[in-house]
């Protein structure tokens, strides 16, 4: 049952007074105008995205005026550490149980590029707003006696900044590429031959790097909006779907903020160029977190994708291969139907610009730790998307 708004507010005011750090409050969306009230409002999100119902947002020392101003009923949920003095130790550089520095992240991959020359290829696809370089690492197995590339997988990592464990999953997916070739594993017996992987470490250098030294809980790039207000949220800017209202805003200050046009930032647009000069991508997923999520097209429209028979059988075995590793349950579906309505994201423009198998697997957890998921947890949760992806693969084979 829906609660007077006064009630809400009354323990809005409570809460404020008693709150003098950061916060989570848990806010209620009955319909679509109140869920596009709270993308347009300045919070962050504590959420994967804003749904209908319930959507976690961070308050910061100050902001509770921002979120009286919502007029939606809240409950408050739990204290948050200060993302600005985020505690960075220097920990080791071993991928599967501590988080890296980009620096760090991409010195783990040019050790590999050193050690496999003929099965890693990087590419340089772009420049970011602050100088830094979007980058692409290619495995391909030349031990199959093809060296034509004939098809290409996707993995995408990092879009949003604060997700650390994506880019974590990336990397051992890359891993787990050359350590199956050189071990002669099953999962090389299933890989179609002239099929290269195409990883992005980070598709979002800046925002990563600045959650690394500013605020833990940045999501966006640091595109400068002007008016000391930054960023756009990559996984709102590509074309497909882009400008509608339905899971994006055209706030700068938003969270989910689209950005001036599909496009308009130099990390979606090095990724669109880059497509342009490889084979078509046959798969994509892309890597998120928290809420442990199965999820494919569409995602602008609850409309059914096409290919959705194929879509849900193969999501539905990579759900299962994921729970058979740790016993680990996501959720499958349609982005839409299953978690919520998202205008302009990239699995939505992979699949329509080449019929693409894609998805967005949401990585643990599901919101006891959310962004912060502790380092204890890196290697299972890249385990399970292992199991995921590899099953994504074996499905191509009878695709």
């Given at each position: 049952m829906r609660l007077p708004f006064v009630f809400a507010f009354v323990a809005l005011i409570a809460a404020a007074t008693a709150q003098t750090g950061w916060s989570r409050y848990r806010v209620y969306t009955y319909n679509e105008a109140e869920i596009q009230r709270l993308a347009n409002c300045p919070l962050e999100l504590f959420s994967d995205n804003i749904h209908l119902g319930e959507t976690d947002m961070i308050v910061a020392p100050g902001q509770f005026k921002d979120l009286a101003k919502l007029?939606?009923?809240?409950?408050w949920i739990s204290e948050l550490p200060d993302p600005r003095n985020w505690d960075q130790r220097p920990g080791s550089d071993d991928f599967h149980t501590n988080y890296l520095s980009y620096?760090?992240?991409?010195a783990q991959y040019e050790v590999w590029?050193?050690?496999?020359?003929?099965?890693?290829?990087?590419?340089?696809?772009?420049?970011?707003?602050?100088?830094?370089?979007?980058w692409v690492y290619r495995f391909f197995n030349n031990l199959t006696g093809d060296r034509l590339v004939r098809q290409s997988f996707l993995i995408t990592c990092g879009i949003h900044a604060r997700e650390w464990i994506s880019p974590a999953v990336g990397m051992h997916l890359m891993d787990k590429l050359l350590e199956s070739t050189f071990i002669r594993s099953g999962f090389t017996s299933t890989v179609p031959v002239g099929t290269a992987f195409y990883i992005v470490p980070s598709l979002n250098p800046d925002g990563y790097v600045y959650t690394w030294t500013n605020d833990r809980l940045w999501r966006k790039n640091r595109r400068n909006n002007g008016g000391g207000v930054y960023?756009?949220?990559?996984?709102?800017?590509?074309?497909?779907?882009?400008?509608?209202?339905?899971?994006?805003s055209g706030t700068p200050?938003?969270?989910?903020?689209?950005?001036?046009?599909?496009?308009?930032?130099?990390?979606?647009?090095?990724?669109?160029n880059f497509l342009d000069t490889i084979p078509p991508v046959a798969a994509h997923i892309d890597f998120h977190s928290y809420g442990q999520y199965v999820l494919w097209e569409w995602g602008f429209t609850t409309a059914l994708a096409p290919g959705d028979a194929w879509l849900r059988a193969t999501g539905l075995d990579m759900k299962q291969s994921i729970f058979d590793k740790h016993g680990m349950n996501y959720t499958a579906g349609p982005t839409s139907t299953t978690l919520y309505l998202v205008s302009g994201k990239g699995p939505d423009y992979t699949y329509n610009r080449s019929n693409s198998a894609s998805y967005t697997i949401e990585l643990r957890d599901t919101g006891q730790f959310g962004f912060l998921l502790p380092e204890s947890q890196i290697l299972a949760?890249?385990?399970?998307?292992?199991?995921?992806?590899?099953k994504l693969v074996q499905r191509m084979l009878f695709r």
């Open positions: 007029k939606l009923n809240i409950r620096a760090n992240m991409i590029r050193a050690q496999y020359p003929d099965f890693l290829r990087r590419y340089a696809i772009g420049t970011t707003w602050n100088g830094n370089t979007v960023g756009v949220d990559l996984n709102r800017n590509f074309s497909m779907g882009w400008g509608l209202n339905s899971g994006s200050s938003s969270s989910t903020y689209r950005g001036p046009s599909a496009f308009s930032e130099p990390e979606t647009t090095a990724l669109r949760t890249q385990e399970e998307a292992w199991e995921g992806f590899a």
